[in-house]
């Protein structure tokens, strides 16, 4: 009776799993980008069957291999509730094990790590993308498997299976720091790759090259390295990190959330709330000290036109890249907001009315002068050359409060429009000075 009934149940299996798998976002990518997101996971898998197959299994290694995984487990139990960054690159401090892992055992183990804990995080919140955290576990397998087989490769008396003593157990953890470093640089690689094939004008510096990603980055490979070498001197002792590794995980997630909350999702800028909030503190500031300060509105020329002529795709990437743009020419500029539907507001501290509007001139320059090619969409392959309008205001006797400034960068805003667009405005206590560009309208 029960071999009538396998094919039927064996015959569920295979419908369930392919409907998870079918499922998955990942089959409406195009290629190479679904190719790629795909490739990854399998060369992981594939890593592990070959790596396998050379391992000797030894009782000890398996009992490690187990309690590094339990503690990543219970890393994740203890911060299930805190809310997860989704659609942005985060770091939940999972690697520190995964290191570990890759220095203690055989490269078999630090290819499979990531993907079981992977498996219990999707069963313990189903919630996540999964073809994205698939993809990126995966990255982490290859990369941390590669540190391992790297580390292996080091001659006995630089890095043996335990450290020694006095100048060997430095330079044994100078050698688990490099193998952190060349998994962190393989992560990195095959993501950004994928980033890049997804968004050919991604800005790399956005995802890796903050001051925020380089500190929690290098703590973590702190802390990967310092429970490398306490697993090394006695595995027990990995209980007695657990806890602090816990709770710089909770403020890590927390922190990205917190972050994550303050950005305008479409452009990457600070968004309206946290703008004002930030801009209040910063002016204040200024009134205290007596430094100088400067604001400057933005606006995209005719964009309610090109919204309703192009459509919402199109909008959306050209104010993406416009906000690119902003960062790039103020890379020393936090204060950059979104302000409306196609405004941005720079905040310019200790910048006077002088070096405020050469600072717009230039940005105005900039931005008409480089086209954008439309890469999705209906009008792919398209490519737009945009305006913009600015009117800056500076601090004075007349403004002391912060809605004052922007009341009149917005009067100054205003002028720039209605006499031409394409302009820079900055406005004084008496007056207002306009400035033809040499731009035109004709990209669009």
């Known amino acids: ?15 369930t799993v392919a409907g998870w798998f079918g499922g998955w976002d990942v089959w409406a990518l195009r290629d190479p980008l679904r190719s790629y997101v795909l490739g990854v996971p399998l060369a992981s898998l594939v890593a592990v069957a070959v790596f396998g197959a050379e391992t000797r299994w030894q009782v000890r290694n398996a009992v490690i291999f187990v309690a590094l995984l339990a503690c990543g487990a219970i890393a994740v139990e203890a911060t299930r509730t805190v809310k997860e960054v989704h659609g942005a690159l985060s770091r939940d401090l999972q690697t ?3 290191l570990t892992i890759a220095i203690a055992l055989p490269p078999v183990y630090a290819f499979a790590a990531p993907m079981l804990l992977t498996v219990y995080k999707l069963w313990r919140m189903p919630r996540m993308i999964v073809h994205r955290r698939v993809f990126s576990n995966s990255t982490i397998s290859l990369a941390y498997g590669c540190a391992s087989i ?8 630089l890095a043996a299976e335990t450290p020694g003593t006095g100048k060997h157990v430095l330079i044994w953890t100078l050698a688990v720091a490099a193998c952190g470093l060349t998994a962190w640089l393989i992560n990195c690689t095959l993501v950004l790759v994928a980033i890049k094939l997804s968004d050919s004008g991604a800005r790399i510096r956005e995802f890796m090259g903050t001051r925020e990603s380089i500190t929690s980055d290098l703590v973590e490979l702190s802390l990967a390295v310092s429970l490398s070498l306490v ?6 002792l990995m209980v007695l990190a657990l806890p602090s590794i816990i709770l710089y995980r909770r403020y890590l997630m927390h922190a990205q959330l917190v972050a994550h909350t303050r950005m305008d999702a479409k452009t990457g800028l600070l968004n309206t709330a946290t703008w004002q909030r930030e801009a209040t503190a910063e002016f204040a500031r200024a009134l205290r000290t007596h430094a100088p300060l400067a604001l400057a509105m933005v606006d995209i020329d005719h964009f309610k036109d090109m919204n309703e002529t192009a459509g919402h795709l199109v909008r959306d990437q050209l104010l993406r890249d416009i906000a690119g743009m902003l960062k790039d020419q103020l890379p020393d500029h936090d204060l950059i907001g979104r302000f409306g539907s196609e405004e941005f507001a720079i905040l310019l501290p200790q910048t006077d009315r002088n070096e ?15 086209p954008i090619a439309i890469e999705s969409g209906t009008q792919a392959g398209f490519v737009f050359r945009l305006t913009v309008s600015i009117g800056v205001a500076v601090l004075n006797e007349s403004r002391r409060a912060l809605a004052e400034l922007i009341g009149a960068a917005d009067s100054a805003l205003e002028q720039a429009r209605s006499t031409g667009w394409n302009k820079v405005c900055v406005i004084s206590d008496s007056l207002a000075e306009t400035e033809e560009s040499q731009g035109d309208l004709s990209g669009w």
Request: proline share 6%; hydrophobic share 45%.
């Open 96 to 98: 520190v094990w995964y």
């Open 356 to 370: 405020a509007k050469r600072i717009s001139e230039r940005l105005r320059d900039h931005i008409a002068g480089e």
């Open 1 to 15: 009776m029960g071999a009538l009934r396998l094919p039927g149940v064996v015959t569920r299996c295979i419908r």
């Open 150 to 157: 790297i580390f292996r490769a080091f001659p006995g008396r």
């Open 231 to 236: 697993v090394a001197i006695n595995p027990v």
